[in-house]
């Protein structure tokens, strides 16, 4: 799957991953009205409502992108109904040829993080059958209990073909607290950058490794650092846009091949027809807007590299 | 919550909690059988197969226990039939008077940890009206991404009253490998500890603070440096039983109340009938088996404090 990701941004061109992170706030109104008219304002009717969203959104920007990554916090909020809403984005998006990297941070001891494995990005067995639960193609892994919680997920990845990105340096604020403390001299993460090279070493794509890495965009000398420590792990890059990373910093993430990094957006992308900027298309004409957001962050960052 | 969760283990003099991490292979073959039947080897087979275990296991062991602890992977692995199980595991344990603890061990940024919060903790706005989706007691977190992914649970415990468990050190034989390296001397673990006991300061219950931690009994001796860095946190000790931990570790996670530690079992409790030692009872009686380990599993804490 590392292997359809190269392929994708080289087809594309655009080394970006749009976040699938649809907050109701977000949703304008008329597909709100919409939802909650068939639905009534309930977990349904929420989970109608982004589903709508996104899928106006995929359908305008589909030929553009490499990848979605949706956030299942944002589905998983609204309960059984919200998740179902997220299986349903993780399936049309790849119907429609798009890479799908469920943003689900999973992590824990040996034998759950293997359910975790298994139900994001495997094959979970039922008597004498094999069932598919959510079946996206990358997901998000927290390293924080170690290696014997990583490696449930570096087993399906390698009978799947599919990969992980692993929280290194997170894009928020206060992930220095933890991740920047220094360990006989070096920061945490950069220790947990030296665990995802290692363990991306078995697991090889044709230029690059199943297991990449999370570094935000907001903390681009500690990319520059990283992108060193693991010239083979694909660095998913959040905090590009509304949490303030510019197309300036990311040169950094990438390596001398112009691969190496892809940089998401999501608030930026799927709210676009929330700002100034955008205003003109007006919230009918919200998944437009998203169209030219994307065009424009193509643009910002191919000038970058 | 931690008010009624104290009371509970009062009431019950049993500082435990029954971990429902159904497996399949834990469910004894008449049951899968029999959901098999109904549903077939799919993945609504395997939820029904589950809840079925779960149910006579609660109905088995409610009256002698104070909480319970689901594992959400195990039921996310069977995807949207396995979390609607997941569900009615919470709804029905609720319903028995247990304070249920939902292990899921969520952590992200800001924003998103805010939609885990209110997904599991508290109320979701669906236009005008509010609704619960999944509504545990209390659920666990990962501290990885710092206080700005922990604050809209404290937020949220806030206004409803509820708990969170912190990830402090987790009973996994890797659990040191980022855990317990050295900052400034100290491990991680204490640095993290310490963080519980400030996050919990203003969020106190009649004895306890609304924000407890995760610390593994497979490490008594960093249980007992633990209980005296966050002496108002109650620690949930996950490990005892088939992960190796022993009633007599376990003394120093409490504190001379008697109080501040509620342990732990899973599969030493759920899957007890495969033991030689309750074998007697055959896999038909899987739930009184259960039973007799929980009778046994009370006495050997009992006797370590």
Known sequence: ???KLVENIRKTKAPIVVGLDPMLDY?????????FQEYGET???AAEAIWQFNKAIVDQTY???PAVKPQIAMYEQFGLPGLAAFAKTVDYCKEKGLVVIGDIKRGDIGSTSAAYAVGHLGRVQVGSKSCRPFDEDFVTVNPYLGSDGVNPFLKVCKEEKKGIFVLVKTSNPSSGEFQDQLVDGKPLYELVGEKVAAWG?????DEYSYVGAVVGATYPEMGKILRKVMPKAYILVPGYGAQGGKGKD????????GLGAIVNSSRGIIAAYKQEKYERYGEEAFAEASRAAVKEMITDIQGAL
Do not use: R, S, T, Y
């Not at 950094?252 to 091949?257: K, S, W, Y």
């Open 43 to 45: 977990l349904e009717g």
């Open 250 to 257: 990311l040169a950094h993430f990438f390596n001398e091949d």
């Open 201 to 205: 070493e078995e697991l090889m794509g």
């Open 27 to 35: 949703v304008p109104k008329h597909v709100q009205k919409k939802a």
């Open 1 to 3: 799957m590392i292997n």
């Open 63 to 65: 030929d553009l992108i």
